[in-house]
């Protein structure tokens, strides 16, 4: 007997609960699903569908291929089996203690990204209630909260502009976190290639295991939640299953401390700077809003510190004295930005994390 040809089918809806019908139907036809970002111009949905290859079959047991969110190059498709969906939501759900008889998801985040798609497959996988927008919009969450959603993953700058109490849980991911967390926000690390968040405020998820690499500080997780392979066959897990995120951090009794991404280290004065950290410090400050860090070629340092601010008040925005005091008091003085450039956005993401390679 042939085995049916199973089918990489686009789903080209915004989130609702057509795109979560659309979703399951899918499924229930043995295919896999391919989210687009509705939000995107005809031509790159093209060339974006183009690139994940449709009319070349997938194997029995995928279910999702989501492209990455594409910070660095062109994005790949990162192909996700059922079980790996399944260990991913009752990972999560078991972490946060979801009741479905009580509990009720609100996915207002993209759902052609991990992070907003997740929160679909993870009520579906539980059975838990779900209520699905179309994007994020302040009054929009507040009535969803006040409705009887109990949960949200969102993103910092989503954050900043809800009453967060209004949730028993919010799970937070994408850019750099603000400094004054709320007790009901976790904090969580992940990536497309892991199926979402698989630490929660430092701590591994059930069965999932981390290891830092002594040479190079890199992170290497593995787990039942991981990726099968990109859409181009490539695996870049090992023989053992472990995947080199690219990311560097340290381990302290079991909690994972992030630092950053392995490329994105300034080292300056033969000093290793990390942007998370010193980001994470001057938007403590009043009088910045958003702050992005890089480092820029320096004839004397090999690279200086650049802090890219936009401020809260454009008419009386932050000096280059004040960033610099600021970050020598906590981090040291070779941390300290050496340059100062105003800005009245910075490139991002849909998930909030800063385009450095866009970035003035």
């Keep these: 007997m042939v085995s049916a040809v199973r089918r990489l089918v686009p789903i080209d809806l915004p989130g609702g609960p057509d795109f979560v019908e659309a979703l ?24 974006l569908v183009d690139a994940m290859r ?29 079980e790996a969906v399944r260990a991913s ?7 946060l203690s979801v009741d479905p008889s009580r509990d009720v998801w609100l996915a207002c985040l993209p759902l052609a990204h991990v992070g907003g ?55 937070l991911g994408g850019a750099a976190p603000p400094a004054d967390l709320p007790a009901n926000v976790v904090i969580t690390y992940g990536m497309t290639e892991t199926g979402s968040g698989i630490v929660y405020d ?24 991981l990726m099968r ?27 994972l401390q992030v630092f950053g991404r392995l490329d994105d280290v300034i080292i300056t004065g033969g000093e290793n700077v990390w942007p998370d950290a010193v980001e994470a410090l001057l ?36 000096t280059l004295d004040e960033l610099r005091t600021t970050v020598k008091e906590q981090l040291g003085p070779w941390a300290a930005p050496r340059e100062l450039l105003l800005a009245e956005s910075l490139p991002r993401t849909a998930l909030g994390k800063i385009r450095r390679g866009a970035l003035p």
């Design 89 to 95: 939501a009752v990972a999560t759900s078991t972490r």
């Design 229 to 255: 392979a990109y859409r181009d066959g490539v695996d870049p897990k090992d023989a053992d299953g472990w995947l080199r995120t690219g990311d560097v951090g340290s381990l302290d009794d079991g909690r």
């Design 117 to 171: 798609l997740s929160v679909v497959t993870r009520a579906i996988v539980t059975g838990t209630p779900l209520v699905a927008h179309p994007g994020f919009d302040v009054h929009a969450v507040a009535a969803a909260a006040l409705d009887g959603a109990t949960l949200v993953s969102l993103v910092a700058t989503a954050l900043r502009r809800i009453d967060p109490s209004l949730f028993r849980a919010i799970v």
């Design 283 to 318: 938007l403590s400050l009043p009088s910045v809003r958003e702050v992005a860090v890089v480092g820029r070629t320096d004839d004397e340092w090999g690279q200086r510190v650049v802090a890219v601010v936009v401020p809260a008040d454009p008419a009386a925005p932050p």
């Design 24 to 47: 399951q139907r899918t499924w229930n036809d043995g295919d896999a699903v391919l989210p687009i970002d509705p939000r995107l111009p005809r031509a790159a949905v093209r060339s």
């Design 202 to 225: 430092g701590i591994p998820l059930d069965g999932v295991d981390v290891r830092i690499d002594p040479s190079s500080g890199e992170i290497a997780v593995r787990g039942p939640m």
């Design 54 to 82: 449709p009319d070349d079959p997938v194997e029995d047991g995928d279910a999702l291929v989501v492209a990455t969110s594409g910070t660095t190059g062109s994005p790949r498709g990162v192909v996700l089996t059922h």
